[in-house]
């Protein structure tokens, strides 16, 4: 029996051959491949043609905006393209999860505190238990959001496209009436795909719904926050804070005013940790290459049309 | 039929009032009742004395070590004490799973940073995800907490007295092999009681046992954990870090060590909300009439010798 050639780029990388070889696939040169594992972050280094034979390509990355930007993925519509979404949605929910449960209980004004405030902090202190959570995108990272929430007590409710029930989610609203979920929920975790439609989704009017001790983390893009409207309310304190791993621009620029806000935690898009990332990507192919040579659909299946 | 008299102390808070009549008693004067239901915090202001009618005493606060301290307890032996162990359980479990994600994931040194500095904060955001976390004291915060550990992933070792099984937990280990769980886990949870056999239980050799990522979590009371010990493995990075809602001295003074350690989260007691704190004692005093009036086992019962 013949197995499935897979190629491997930019580099045979050892993890990922093991990855190719256990999905049950043979690892092959792209010439004579039917598919190829990418783990190029730059979407530049991308070969320019590929050849015909190859009928499926895999991403690294769980977003794939800059890789439509740079026209990789429309170059070849011929081809099944699959992202990594859900690969890393585990550290990246527990990541949002971590600035959320950390600004609600009021742990950053905790940490610049150098004496015993007692009375001053008490005020600041909240708690998730009773706590109506927003998740806007309901992939990998919202659904991995779902059960943390729930075990501190918290609700939730899931934003996606067509409003369909969410497992484990108390409450699923579709995209398009997405502002109305700002005006009922407590807190709000940004995780959806950065699309033109989702550009700036939390704005001037969004925020202004959110109550004043309402945390917004965003662990999606930075595009989908108007920073602007963002570091005013937070400047005025109108909202409790917000948790970014990702910002607009990035990276945060020194001097920015994001840097300086007492309620802002701002990670610099590490969420995702270096040390799992790999291994995680090798899961997702493994399991990709299996589907594949089964003749299964495969998971991630990029959109050419939606854009993710 | 005549409801069983219940008084209240030091004053009739409308709130403990209403939890008394809907736990099926009637509330009455001191000299009348047959229970007395506690809302002071101060043992010197509780009566010297108390008629011989009262059988039963209810406490508001969930460790009691003052309460023996002052001797209130050992007074009357012949009555039944109860605390408020459990009441505030969910609370303070949040706090200390807030602060042991936040250590976890870095935030403490995120939160000081004021540039995007990714590649120097990537090495410090670590994971619960897989971690082998140790809860030593498995009252209600305990308990409270193997579920949140759950949701993101992390198996949970607690330590009671016997060793017996404890729901949720992966394993139990018994009180007397405590140091042994130092050498096993990734991270600590204190959560006991403060007895004169758990004073210092976090020591230096304990905190010799854990690993340069470990978190030393304390929400149960300062005394457990030796203060010096720790600001030294905290100062030479021994272990990861601390987060510490209750401290030795306690208020922690101004200029203590601990105030100027970047990896050391500290509260001044405050994870057990006010906002929250009377209603969830009251719904515990409700509970505990009604099991009074049915002649049930008292919830939190305290044990005059093991001092809690």
Redesign the interface.
């Given at each position: 029996m013949t197995l499935v050639p897979v190629a491997l780029g930019p580099r045979n990388h050892p993890v990922l051959l093991e990855a190719v070889t256990r999905g049950g696939a043979n690892a092959a040169a792209l010439a004579d491949a039917h598919a190829l594992v990418w783990a190029g972050n730059d979407p530049a280094a991308f070969p320019g043609d590929v050849p015909e034979t190859i009928r499926w390509v895999q991403l690294p990355s769980a977003g794939v905006e800059e890789w439509f930007a740079a026209g990789v993925i429309q170059r070849h519509p011929e081809i099944v393209w699959t992202s990594a979404a859900g690969a890393y949605a585990?550290?990246v929910a527990?990541?949002a999860?971590?600035?959320l449960?950390?600004g609600?209980?009021?742990?950053?004004e905790?940490?610049?505190?150098?004496?015993?405030?007692?009375r001053e902090?008490?005020g600041l202190?909240?708690?998730?238990?009773g706590s109506r959570v927003g998740i806007v995108g309901a992939g990998g990272i919202g659904r991995a959001l779902i059960?943390?929430l729930?075990?501190?007590?918290a609700t939730t409710v899931a934003v996606n496209r067509s409003g369909r029930p969410v497992d484990g989610a108390d409450e699923a609203v579709p995209a398009d009436r997405v502002d109305e979920v700002f005006s009922t929920v407590d807190h709000v975790v940004i995780a959806a795909p950065a699309t033109e439609e989702t550009r700036h989704l939390v704005g001037r009017e969004q925020l202004s719904r959110l109550g004043s001790k309402s945390w917004v983390i965003n662990v999606a893009r930075g595009s989908l926050v108007d920073t602007e409207a963002l570091v005013e309310v937070l400047r005025d304190r109108r909202i409790g804070g917000a948790g970014l791993d990702v910002t607009d621009p990035e990276?945060?620029?020194?001097g920015h005013p994001l840097?300086?806000l007492p309620n802002a935690?701002?990670?610099?898009?590490?969420?995702n940790?270096?040390a799992?990332r790999l291994p995680a990507y090798a899961a997702h192919v493994a399991e990709n290459v299996r589907r594949f040579v089964a003749g299964e659909d495969l998971m991630a299946r990029i959109d050419p049309v939606a854009g993710y």
């Open positions: 585990a550290t527990e990541h999860f971590a600035m449960l950390a609600v209980r009021g742990l950053p905790h940490l610049a505190a150098t004496t015993w405030r007692q902090l008490f202190v909240g708690t998730l238990r059960p943390m729930a075990s501190v007590g990276p945060l620029p020194d840097w300086g935690i701002v990670t610099p898009h590490d969420s940790l270096p799992l």
